[in-house]
Each structure stands twice: as C-alpha cells, then as structure tokens.
C-alpha cells in the first residue's frame, strides 16, 4: 500500500510534485517491463511475413534464394481464440450480507449484461484474451461517463486498450488479477494538430515553434517532434480515519481508499478527477507468468513454439531449392539422329511439345538408336523426416495436437481421439482460467460502483439471461407494471465468472430434450407443448406459445392479476363433476340407439334434470371468491353430490319400478346470496313448457306425441349443455358445444385461442 507520497514544500507548486511522480513512475514501469521486449517479437511473429529473422531474410533476398513461411503456427493461434470466443464467461452476482436479497442480486446481474452490452464489452474481452494469447499479456478497463450531452447521469462502461503496450501498472503489483495495484497509466500518442484541437487550452498546444523544442526536452518520453503522448494516470492513496463502535463507543485508527485520475502530457495536468470505487481500474490480463529472480516475466502461446517453426520454414524452404535445383533430365543420343532438329532439341527442356523428330538412319541407311532421357532424383527424405519432427515439436510446445485441430488419423478410435482433444484443453486450460481471475476482478469494479453511480432514482434498462430486456426502476423509481421496489445503493454482494455454451446453445440443449421426453411420457406435449415452442427460434413462436398456453388445463394455467386461488379439494370436486358430465352424455347418447320409448323419455326428463341441478352449481362456482364463498360452496357440493348418489347414476340408472313412474325432479333453488360479490352472473332463459295446441280431428297418434315429446327433450339438454359451457367458460378455459351430423348434443371441449 502506499506510504510517505510526499508532500510539496511550502513554496513548492503541489501539481509540479505531483507532474515529477508521474514522471518518475512512468519511467520507473519502463525500466521494470524489459520483459516486453520479448513479448513484442512474439507478437510480431505471429505475422506470417515476419517470421523470418531479419538478418537472414535480408542475406538470402540479397542471393536471390527464397525464404518460404508455411503459418502452422496461426492454426494453434486460432483454435484457442475461437475456442474462447465459442464459450464465452459471463458475470454472476451473489448476495452475501445482510440488506441484500436475491431479486437485487438479478437486477444488479441485469444491469452488468446491459453495462457490457452498452459497451461492446465482447470487442474489449476479445481484444485482451488475443493479447494474453500472444503476446502473454493483455488489458481492459472501466470507465464512466454520463449517459448523453444533456444529461446528469453517468453510467459504466468497460473500455478497450487496443495496444497492450500502451498501458503500464504498478510493477509491484504480484496479483494475476492487478487487483493490489496502486498506480497505472493509459497512455494515447496524438498528433500535434489532434492535440491542439482537443486540448486548446493547455501550455504544449498554444506553445509556438520556436519553444516546442524547449518544452519537449522538459519531457522527452512524452513530447516528439510530430507527436503528444497523452496519458490517464490512475494513482491509489490511503486515507487515515479514526472508527467508532456503535456498541462500546470505543475508537481506532483505520483507513479508507481514494483512487484519483489525471489526465497529463507529463508537463502539465490536463483534467483530474475522483473514481468511485477503491481499486484501480485498469485490469490486466495474463498468459503464463514466471517469477525468476525477484523479477515476474510473462509469455503467450507463441513463445514456445516460435524455434520449431522457424526450422519448419528453414526445411521447407530448403526442400523447395532440392527440388528446383535438381537438374533437368538431359537426352543422351547420336549426334546424327538430331541433325536437322536442333532448334526442336535445344527446347525439349523449355516446352511441352507433342512430339520429337530425330533421324532413324545415317547416311548409309545403317538405324541409329532414339535418344533417351537421363532421369535424377532429388535427396530430400532427410528434409521431409525433420519437417515432421519439426511439427510434433510444435504441437508438444503449444499442448494441442491433431484432435484438437479437427485432423484424425483412420486407426484412433473415437475413444482415443476425445482422449487427445481433452488433453490438449487441458494443456491450454491456464489461458482461460487466467482470464476468469482478472473478468471476476471487472466484474468486482463494476459491482462496487453501482451504488455510487446509479445513486438516484432513475429507470433503467437491463437484460436478462435470455437476451429479453426489460425497463426496471431503482432508488424510489417505478417503471410500468413493476410491484417491488430495487434500492441498489443497500446490500452486500458478490462476483463469481462462470463460463459454459450460450444461452441460444442452451435452448437447442432444452428443445432435444424436451422433444425426447414427448416420446416416452403420454400427454407431455399437452401439458408442456407451449415450454417447448418457446425453446424454437422462429418468427412466429411467441404466438404459438400464447395460443398453447390458452389450451392447457386450469392447473396449469397462469394466475391473472387479481384472480384467486380456489382450495385443492374445491378443485378436486369440479374435477370430478366435469367428469360426471361427460359420462352423463356419453350415456345420453347410448339411450338414442338402445333403449325403448318409455324408458329413453324417463331417462332423458331425469338425466335434464341432473344436469340442470349441475349448471347450477357450476354457475355459482364460476362466480364465487373469497374463503367464505368457498365454504359455503363445499356445502352445496355435498349435497348436490348426495342428489347425483340417490338417484344411482353410477350403477346405471334406478331399480325400482315406482321410481320410473316419477316425475322428473326439479333443479334446486339457488339460496339467495345478497353479501356474495358477484363477478358476471351468468343469465339463462327459464325452459318454458311447450304450450300444446290440441289439433283438429282426428287426434295425433302415440307415435307423433311420443316424437314432439322427444324433440321438447332434446331442446332442453341443448340448452343445459348450453349453460355448462358458459360456466365453464367463466370458470377455466374456452369450451365449446359438440353435436354430432343430426344436430344432436355429445359434450363439450375446449376451444384453442
């Protein structure tokens, strides 16, 4: 921690003091980083055109010879990155004190997604991995700003540092994280004509010619002849304060932390300014770190494999001149079979032609033999073994071998081959948890800052692990429809880095799943049709979900606002009575086709009348609510139910012969109920009795009264399975009547959307 910064003398200019730390310490970081040399020719490696050492290159460019690069180097390079970016970590907030809750925790977690969304925080992830990929070390920071030129509210943002050796921390530090950090420096290079148009007021930009010299020698690191280094310095100091004990009234000393930021050119400060939290916010990000000597060195995937694929280079290139150097196969014949021929001879090595002339015979007629080729074979199996050598040392260097990089040989089994596609993720594995370490140190920032920043009462935007956004009000703000209050300036939280698949990866994973269950468990697509429509990525699967949602069960029915929630055995009860309506018409239905006139008329007046008895009591389910209203509901249920027992449906109609000579019983009278708040009642025309006409002689036979009898019957069950569907259109889902091709009633469903 810092101590004894040093206070200006009494005639000393406290920002003069403050310029020559900022210089000392500047330099003081240069002269601990030499270790960055080494990470700067890794990265310049990974340029395929520069792979060559410079010195060598220019010799053999000089004898017209090639230097070949094969980038064998950039596969390794790109299977980790890619890697990374396929899982990408995310930031999860805890609650771990008192004042917190789990609610809070997800609206902090929402607003970091927004945070990093707002910034493009993937750009700056991406950029500090690559770093930390190859040359052994990246950075990122946060930063805040205010939300707009018009507005009072600042927000957080997680910034970029595109050039990793533009930024310097405290060499100190020995954390991976830089978490115990107490200085750091973001510096940018301006021209001098960007200088002067962002800083017009400052000493170096109004400086003229003549003195530009005089003022860059005050600070030669800083100021060039065409350029303006400009940095933000970020410095952490402790403050002494004395603590009380609320119990005991006792008193110590203790101390709290300040971090101040200056912006500078190293001759003057340009800005200044307080940050809200007490770390300093710049994070690095860290390949492989040794500690040799009391010195801490970093390196990146590269600096392994930078030799073996130098001499992969060398032998290829050495392979390619064998090659080309191996001369061609020359004719060997008599003179005189190309006497005559030479210009066509003298090409034979220079073009494909169709054919060759020669001379068959002399002079004399004597044949003289065709000429032949003379073939010679370049040496180069030595060469072709080293490459190969030359790659398994690069494969070894960087942990990753030919799983990993999608190659398979036909004799790995499958086994085999995830076996080396683990071990090389493991071998690389340092990368990635390296990085958790310094995300969960940004997440830490930012979760420490939210309290400071978002202080007011403000709506704000955060989203959710499913990429939907919502609008939530925080400290007394409250947005449409929201019920809780979100105080985010109480409470205790933490910051832990998780990584896995995306979310959208998540769903296929959830939609497979469910799709299997549908095949071994019946009825899983009615009650679970609408979770898995909402897993589908289409245009259209929001209103499937909607419309699904509407056809499922009432159990499984979301509650609307203000709806209560009818006890389990009220529910049991009504489960029960729709099933006693179906059986009643599937009974109803029977008795059309199977029994005689008499015993169909007494069925059918009795079987209206149970089910009139029924719509009533749905009818005062439907619109009863409240403990009381159930009570008394119980109680008509029971002896509705002791009604349905004592005429014998279950055991299929009654027994006694007086009992078929009754009249059909009356649908009880519902009790007035003047305290019951009543929601819609439901209205029903009274069943008048057909007024009969007595017809002119001669008289109607039995079978025309029995028909008009029948018909009278029928419309008096229509009409009371009429009314069971509005009740229970009021009470759960949308039902529908079904009649069958004569017209005639044979239950009720529900009706989707």
Request: net charge negative; with cysteine; charged share 25%.
């Amino acid at each position: 921690m810092q101590k004894g910064l040093g206070m200006a003398k009494k005639n000393e200019n406290p920002d003069q003091v403050l310029l020559q730390r900022i210089r000392d310490r500047r330099k003081q970081a240069e002269d601990a980083e030499s270790w960055r040399e080494d990470c700067l020719a890794d990265l310049i490696f990974c340029d395929p055109k520069r792979q060559w050492p410079e010195s060598i290159r220019r010799e053999r460019e000089a004898e017209g010879r090639p230097c070949l690069t094969v980038d064998r180097i950039g596969a390794f390079r790109h299977q980790l990155i890619n890697d990374f970016r396929q899982n990408r970590q995310s930031i999860r907030v805890q609650p771990v004190g008192d004042g917190d809750d789990i609610e809070t925790a997800q609206i902090r977690q929402g607003l970091i997604r927004h945070i990093e969304y707002d910034s493009t925080a993937d750009i700056a992830y991406d950029t500090a991995f690559e770093g930390q990929a190859m040359a052994g070390f990246g950075f990122a920071r946060v930063y805040a700003e205010y939300e707009n030129p018009e507005s009072f509210d600042q927000v957080l943002k997680i910034g970029m540092i595109p050039n990793q050796f533009m930024a310097h921390i405290d060499p100190a530090s020995v954390m991976p994280d830089g978490s115990d950090s107490n200085w750091a420096f973001v510096e940018e290079d301006l021209t001098l004509e960007a200088y002067q148009e962002a800083y017009p007021d400052s000493k170096v930009g109004n400086c003229s010619a003549k003195d530009w010299d005089t003022v860059g020698n005050t600070a030669p690191d800083w100021i060039s002849k065409d350029s303006v280094r400009v940095a933000d310095y970020y410095e952490r100091n402790r403050v002494v304060t004395k603590i009380t004990d609320p119990n005991t009234g006792q008193t110590r000393d203790s101390y709290r932390l300040e971090v101040k930021i200056y912006k500078t050119n190293g001759i003057e400060i340009l800005e200044r300014g307080d940050w809200v939290e007490d770390h300093i916010p710049v994070v690095p990000f860290y390949g492989e770190t040794l500690l040799i000597d009391g010195k801490l060195t970093h390196s990146g995937l590269i600096r392994g494999a930078k030799d073996p694929a130098m001499l992969f280079n060398f032998m290829k290139t050495a392979q390619a001149e064998a090659i080309a150097l191996t001369p061609k196969a020359p004719y060997i014949g008599p003179f005189a079979a190309k006497a005559g021929f030479e210009k066509e001879w003298a090409a034979a090595n220079r073009k494909n032609q169709d054919y060759l002339p020669y001379n068959h015979t002399d002079d004399r007629g004597n044949p003289i033999p065709a000429p032949q080729r003379q073939f010679a074979q370049a040496d180069i199996g030595a060469i072709t073994q080293a490459m190969e050598g030359c790659e398994n040392d690069m494969k070894a260097a960087v942990g990753m071998y030919d799983a990993n990089l999608g190659n398979r040989e036909g004799s790995q089994s499958g086994v085999a081959i995830r076996n080396l596609a683990a071990q090389g993720q493991t071998g690389n594995f340092h990368y990635q948890d390296n990085f958790n370490r310094s995300l969960r140190h940004i997440g830490r920032i930012i979760n420490n800052a939210i309290p400071k920043v978002y202080d007011n009462a403000r709506i704000l935007r955060i989203i959710k692990e499913d990429d939907s956004q919502e609008m939530i009000g925080v400290n007394g703000a409250q947005a449409d429809g929201q019920e809780k209050a979100y105080d985010l300036t109480q409470g205790r939280y933490d910051v832990v880095v998780t990584a896995g698949p995306s979310y959208a990866s998540k769903r296929a994973e959830n939609l497979a799943v469910m799709i299997e269950l549908s095949k071994v468990i019946p009825g899983f697509a009615e009650i679970g049709g609408d979770l898995m429509v909402s897993q589908m990525d289409t245009p259209i699967a929001r209103q499937i979900q909607e419309r699904l949602k509407k056809s499922l069960p009432p159990q499984f029915q979301d509650k609307k606002p203000g709806q209560g929630e009818l006890p389990p055995e009220i529910q049991q009860k009504l489960q029960q009575y729709e099933q006693t309506i179906d059986q009643m018409t599937e009974a109803l239905n029977k008795a059309h086709d199977s029994i005689d006139q008499k015993t169909l008329e007494l069925d059918v007046k009795r079987d209206v009348a149970l089910i009139q008895q029924k719509t009533e009591l749905i009818k005062v389910i439907a619109t009863m609510e409240g403990q009381a209203a159930h009570t008394l509901l119980a109680h008509e249920l029971q002896q509705a139910q002791a009604s349905i027992d004592a005429y014998g449906f279950g055991s299929g109609g009654p027994s006694d012969p007086e009992m078929e000579q009754q009249e059909p019983m009356e649908a009880p009278t519902e009790q007035p109920m003047e305290e019951m708040p009543m929601e819609e009642p439901l209205t029903e025309e009274p069943l008048e009795p057909e007024e009969y006409i007595e017809p002119e002689p001669p008289p109607p036979t039995p079978q025309e009264l029995h028909d008009a009898a029948m018909v009278q019957a029928l419309e008096n069950q229509s009409q009371a399975l009429g009314a069971i569907a509005q009740a229970l259109d009021k009470l759960s889902a949308p039902k529908r009547l079904i009649t069958d091709k004569m017209g005639r009633p044979i239950g009720v469903e529900s009706v989707n959307g």
